[in-house]
């Protein structure tokens, strides 16, 4: 770890030290990026998200998703949740997108996560998840499909400071195939990327941190047929509500990246300028 990367954990230990912090779950804690905890056996809970996507190149171009998902951890260390989504379009004036304004049911997802190493015991946290999906509406473009896809996630995390600062990492691949309700050919495309998040909790139950990420988009399933490829960073901000519920806000800005065959900085092709996600839970 780099002199300049102390300092900051030094600094936020020193800022935070007078404070009586709780024990850290990291199940919800980060905005984009993926925790290892899983939650207790028998765990029910309700919870909500929304995601919007905005700005491209030229245009006007704002994307929605509301999920509602219930999840339920049936054995110790799996953490199992069903999601069913209504998805957005608001799009004018964008290059190679059809003009839509449009509310509709996106589609419906299954989460399958499993801890293989508690970071209470072991060095640092790890679980393993996967989370198919079927749309029959294509998130980027609103066009109606039939597609389907899974992310898959390998998540790390450590607590620096014990109950004070906590550090996230993961492995990402999400291969997605669709095809035109009208039909023609399957397409194929896959995103792969890292994500990274450092948390601090500044008063019990209140946390502050960054997030970033770096994604790759290619045009079939494996790692050939390069489209382009873009950075995001932003803040997080994590707040359990009570001892049944909390609530999550993180914003990303694309800092870096380019498109394959598009000039200018940045790629607003296969990604937005801006990604924001607000998630809710409640235990029951």
């Known amino acids: 770890m780099g002199v300049t990367a102390c300092a900051v954990l030094f600094a936020l230990a020193q800022f935070i030290a007078p404070v009586r912090a709780d024990e850290i779950e990291t199940e919800h804690l980060f905005g984009f990026t993926t925790g290892s905890d899983v939650g207790t056996l028998g765990e029910r809970e309700f919870e909500g998200g929304t995601t919007a996507r905005f700005g491209k190149r030229a245009g006007r171009y704002v994307t929605g998703e509301q999920t509602l998902s219930a999840e339920f951890v049936p054995i110790q260390n799996l953490r199992t949740e069903y999601s069913a989504a209504i998805v957005t379009h608001d799009i004018a004036g964008v290059n190679g997108f059809e003009n839509r ?50 992310d898959l996630v390998a998540a790390f995390d450590k607590e620096i400071v014990p109950n004070r600062i906590v550090a996230a990492f993961n492995l990402l691949y999400q291969p997605e195939i669709s095809r035109a309700k009208t039909g023609g050919d399957w397409a194929r495309e896959a995103t792969a990327g890292i994500a990274t998040a450092l948390m601090a909790q500044v008063s019990p139950g209140v946390f502050l941190g960054i997030e970033g990420r770096y994604l790759r988009r290619y045009e079939s399933l494996g790692f050939d047929d390069f489209a382009g490829h873009a950075g995001f960073l932003g803040p997080t901000l994590f707040v359990k509500l009570s001892q049944r519920s909390w609530i999550a806000a993180a914003w990303s800005a694309q800092i870096a990246g380019r498109a394959a065959n598009a000039p200018g900085p940045l790629d607003l092709v296969n990604f937005e300028r801006h990604q924001v996600r607000l998630l809710f839970g409640m235990n029951f």
């Open 101 to 150: 304004r449009q509310l509709a049911i996106g589609g419906f997802s299954a989460d399958f996560r499993y801890r293989l190493l508690d970071r209470t015991a072991a060095p640092f946290g790890f679980a393993l998840g996967i989370e198919p999906h079927c749309s029959r509406i294509d998130d980027g473009s609103g066009a109606r499909v039939r597609e389907y896809g899974a």
